[in-house]
Structures are given as structure tokens and as C-alpha cells.
């Protein structure tokens, strides 16, 4: 049987500039597809890396001729690529089977398969087991009622079959299948944060142990966080470096964990014998558990963690509180400064658009940021992403305003407050970037700084056109 995955034609999300990763949910399902089905003929497409377009999406397509096309899952601001990906493919074989999963079409599985005659199965969680049995019951023409975690339309009739149970031990699964996209990798990259190095994602764990009222992540992962070993981690790190030169690593986690981890992670790393900075790597982790690294800050710096990002979100213990944060405002600055003692670049995350938000609370948000000064500052506005408790209060409060997919990019806002307009949440977004990025003062010493990612990222972003793009979009 022929599989063709498939990473769409989208655009890029402008706030990161130039960003261009590897499809890594994809790269996972066919590494896994291909270890227990040796047989099986995969091939990866990545449009993005491909530079395929819409129209040459068509020609790929026929030319491989595949008898099942698996889109990647992407995010909700991605939902119409995946759809028309499909569609392609269905025009090009009504006969073909179309496959999508993630978090997006798991949390509303039942109304896609009812609205989008293009989708044939949803794989609802976790996916590498479920499209495994499906991809084999498919090729035996077996009954599907017995494939745990698919969704599908049979007869008229959607059916959702039983839940699957997580896979207990990530470190049973094969390394992702970067080698699908061997002749490209050297094109991934993340200008702003990396310059030229080579670019790749590494998935030390799934899931997270807390319940952020605006994240679908835990509740995908159903509640659970698992881990990969630190020597699959390390390993797995040393392989990407050694096989294809991919220097700067993204570990996708959600939080980074418990302090015992990260020590183990950084020391597997170290043993490895690699010079200063040979491999670097970037990390998502809470603002309180940084805190808690605080002994270990040398050691993750000396493994080569050159940058870690924290959800900071707010200025306010009471809208924390109402996000499930479980941080308060106060470890936010303690944070930022450890990173900065350990010369280790900080960003920070802040969140606009919280239904009680007004100017004052925006501008005190601002202030706010200031105070803390990370290196870096994204700012998001509050989206009701599906499979969130936030869009469930939403959806049944008659707050979402915009229901366009396309918009649901943390960059435009969907819904209003109690104080605010969507417009002018929109335009509180621009003015949170222009007061942190148009500081000259800022500028400059991010222009100058000793720390040579600081200079890269400041250099970067002062060619680029962020606060026009901000300006655009309203």
C-alpha cells in the first residue's frame, strides 16, 4: 500500500519571522508506520521545505499516486490547509482514503466528519497505534468498529469507536523519520533565533501535568505527562547533530518537569563530550520551576541550553488564577533574572484579551513587563482553541465572535471583552509590540549585548517589518 504524508502549503506565522521546522507529528507517524510495516511504500511531502504550492500539490500527488493520504495536523489557524489538501486528493482519486488527527479534529471530530465530506477517518489522541491498526485493517479489508481511538462515517452514521489507552513507555518509539526528508533538512531553520544553524525538533515528553484553562494540550493528552528518558533524549539529540547536522534543537515540551529531570537531561548531554555550544538547545518551562533550577542553571547552560521560554502570561494573581496557572506574578522577575545571571536568553509570553481586560489592565500589563524585562517578549491575544475549557465557556457564553479558523493564531482576536472591542484588543496588541520593540533603548542593548543570541535576535528583528505586519491587521 502506498502512504503519502503530507505537510500543507500554509503561511507562516509572521510573529516568529522567518520559521520554518520540520514536520516532526508526521516524521513520528511514518517512522512508526515503517518499523511495523516494512512493506509498506511511505513517502513524505513537505510543502513547505518543497516550496509545493497549491497547484503542485496536484502534480505530487499524481505522481506517487497514493492509496491513502495522511495530512499533518498542524494548528487550528491551519485547518482549511489540511481540508483542502484532502480535497486534492480526492479530486485526484475519489477512492483514495484521507486521514487527519491532532488536537484540532480530535476535539471536534464528530461535527468535521459531519461538515467536511473530505476527511474519511479522524484519529482521535494519540496516533501512532490507531493509524498503524487502520493502515492494516484497511490493507485486510477488515471491519473498522474494533480500532480504537478512529472516528468515521459509516453508512450515514458517524461512529466513534472506543478511546485508546496512551503508550506507557515513549521510549519504545523509533526516532522520528527525519530521514524521509533527508534531502532538506539542511533548510530548516529559525532565523530569528538561530541565524543559519541547522534546525530540528525533538519531542522529549507528551502532555502536562497542569490545567491552563486556555490550553488543549493536557486535555488531548488526557491529563497525562510522559516522559522520554534523558538517554533517549541525549540520544536522540546526538543523532540529529551527528546524521544530518541539525545544531540548534527545539524541545517541544510543554514544561520542562521536575528539576531531577532536567539535572539528568543536561548531564546526559554533557557526557556526550561535545564542545561549547557544539549543540544547542531550546526549552519551554514553567517560571516557578526555573526558580527550582536555580543550583542546575550552570550545568543546563554548560549542556548547551542557550534559551528558555516562559509562559509569564499576566500581572495579575487574579487572572492567573482564573487561567489555572498556579504562578504568581511575583516569580516571573526572580525567573528572568536567574536566566539572565546564567547567561542563558530569556523570553517571556504575556496574554491580552482575558474577558475581564480593559486599557488599564492592558497598560498595567505593559508596565508589567517592563518591570520583568525578559530578553524577549511575545505577545498573544487569548484564543478559544477547541478542546480548551476556554472554548467550552466561550462557545456557552456567546463570546466567540469570530468563528473563521484562519484567525485563530493568537494574533487576531476572535472574541471582545467586557471593555473592549475586537478591534481594540486588536490594536492593544500593536501597542503592547511597539512599547516593548520600539524602545531605542531596548534596541540597542539587544543590539550590543554579551549575549550572542540576544544580538542575533535583536539584529534580526530590526529587518523586519513586525510592528507594519501588527499594524495590518487592523
Known sequence: MKIMLIEPPKDAWFVMGEYLPPPLGILQLAAFLEEKNPNLDIQVLDCQVEQVDWHDLVDKIADFNPEVVISSALATCNTYSVLRTLEIAKNFDNNVKTVVGGQHFTALADESLKKYPEIDYVIRGEGEETLNELIKSLIEKKPLNKVKGL????????????????????????????????????????????????????????????????????????????????????????????????????????????????????????????????????????????????????????????????????????????????????????????????????????????????????????????????????????????????????????????????NYDMAHAVMSTQHLSRLEVQKELYECYKNFYGSMGRRLKGIFSRNAFKRTTYRYMASQGLLKSLRDLF
Not at 168 to 190: C, R, S
Not at 212 to 231: I, L, M, N, V, Y
Not at 355 to 363: A, G, K, L, T
Request: with cysteine; net charge negative.
Open 151 to 406: 472516528s468515521f462515517n459509516h453508512e450515514g452514521e458517524i461512529i466513534h469507536n472506543l478511546s485508546r489507552p496512551l503508550i506507557p513507555d515513549l521510549d519504545i518509539l523509533p526516532l522520528p523519520g527525519y530521514h524521509f526528508v533527508e534531502d532538506h533538512v539542511k533548510k530548516y531553520n529559525f532565523k530569528m533565533m538561530a541565524g543559519d544553524a541547522g534546525y530540528a525538533l525533538v519531542e522529549a515528553s507528551r502532555g502536562c501535568n497542569y490545567q491552563c484553562t486556555f490550553c488543549s494540550q493536557w486535555k488531548h493528552w488526557q491529563g497525562k505527562w510522559r516522559t522520554k528518558s534523558p538517554e533517549r533524549i541525549a540520544y536522540e539529540m546526538e543523532r540529529l547533530y551527528m546524521d544530518y547536522g541539525s545544531s540548534f534543537l527545539w524541545l517541544t515540551d510543554d514544561t520542562l518537569g521536575n528539576k531531577s529531570r532536567v539535572d539528568s537531561i543536561a548531564q546526559e548531554i554533557i557526557n556526550r563530550g561535545y564542545k561549547d555550544d557544539e549543540i544547542m538547545w531550546f526549552a519551554q518551562a514553567r517560571c516557578d520551576d526555573i526558580i527550582k533550577y536555580d543550583k542546575i542553571l550552570p550545568k543546563m547552560r554548560k549542556s548547551g541550553n542557550l534559551w528558555i521560554m516562559a509562559g509569564l502570561e499576566r500581572h495579575d494573581t487574579v487572572t492567573l488564577d482564573a487561567f489555572r496557572k498556579r504562578t504568581k506574578p511575583s516569580d516571573a522577575r526572580i525567573a528572568m533574572d536567574l536566566l539572565k545571571e546564567n547567561d542563558i536568553f530569556s523570553q517571556g509570553t504575556f496574554i491580552i484579551g482575558d474577558r475581564n481586560d480593559s486599557q488599564q489592565s492592558i497598560n498595567e500589563l505593559r508596565d508589567f513587563v517592563d518591570f520583568v524585562d525578559p530578553d524577549l517578549a511575545i505577545f498573544m491575544i487569548l484564543t478559544p482553541f477547541p478542546g480548551t475549557i476556554l472554548f467550552e465557556e466561550a462557545t456557552k457564553n456567546g463570546w466567540i465572535e469570530d468563528t473563521n479558523w484562519a
